[in-house]
């Protein structure tokens, strides 16, 4: 069974940046597409950016147009999102998730679209 891992969150200033990586064991990326989602204290989970399974297509949350970049690399099985000028409302948990084999429709935007989720990695922007 496919299990993802994330990493590379942590405590940055408010305007700094955090590149996460989420990488794949017991599985593969290849045909899939990937998401990011984030859940902050008290709140849903919500949609952050997601890839198409050949990188032909991103998705952004409002927020995260023009400050976060989703790419991937199928050869090594893992995805980034590259987040830039961070502020405390970025602030929460971040999931990444893989969709289902083969799934061409867009956008990705909703959980249930995606069967398998990393366990988290915290980011903290402080103020």
């Known amino acids: 069974q496919v299990q993802l891992v994330e990493s590379g969150g942590g405590l940055v200033q408010d305007g700094g940046s955090l590149r996460l990586s989420c990488a794949a064991s017991?599985?593969?990326?290849?045909?899939?597409?990937l998401g990011w989602f984030r859940q902050a204290p008290g709140k849903e989970r919500e949609f952050v950016a997601a890839?198409?399974?050949?990188?032909?297509?991103?998705d952004y949350s409002d927020s995260g147009k023009g400050r976060f970049t989703i790419s991937r690399d199928n050869t090594k099985n893992t995805m980034y999102l590259q987040m830039n000028n961070l502020n405390p409302e970025d602030t929460a948990v971040y999931y990444c998730?893989?969709?289902?084999?083969?799934?061409?429709?867009?956008?990705?935007?909703?959980?249930?679209?995606?069967?398998?989720w990393g366990q988290g990695t915290q980011v903290t922007v402080s103020s």
């Open positions: 017991g599985g593969t990326f290849s045909n899939y597409p």
């Open positions: 890839i198409s399974w050949n990188a032909g297509r991103t």
């Open positions: 998730a893989r969709g289902r084999l083969y799934d061409r429709s867009w956008p990705k935007t909703e959980r249930n679209e995606y069967d398998y």
